[in-house]
Every structure is written in C-alpha cells, then in structure tokens.
C-alpha cells in the first residue's frame, strides 16, 4: 500500500503530470476544430454539388 502512495506521492510532485494533461487539452481542441472545419467544409461541397447538379438537370 506504501509503494501506491509513493508512486501518487510522486507523480503529484512532478511536472509530467500537468505537461499530459495541457497536451491532452489542446489535442481535444484540435480535433474539435478539425472536425468542425470538416463539417463545414462538407456541407458547402454539399451545397455546391446540389447547385451544380440542378443546373446541369434544367439546361439539358
């Protein structure tokens, strides 16, 4: 039991520990800002594919 409580001892001590945690945080930041991006992305090649596709219907 004295081993655990060192080791939590420890790495409460450290720096490693908040280092993961900041890296953690803008990695989560990051991929939510990806996944937006992606999102938007996709809906205006929806769109611009829709728009092309009804003109391409009513010009033929």
Known sequence: M???LNRVKN???EEDG???VE???ML???IVVCISA???IGTNAASTF???S???GTSG
């Open 2 to 4: 004295s081993k655990v």
């Open 11 to 13: 790495f409460l001590r």
């Open 18 to 20: 908040p280092t993961a």
């Open 23 to 25: 890296y953690a945080v």
């Open 28 to 30: 989560s930041l990051i």
């Open 38 to 40: 992606v999102s938007a």
């Open 50 to 52: 829709t728009s092309v």
């Open 54 to 56: 009804n003109q391409l």
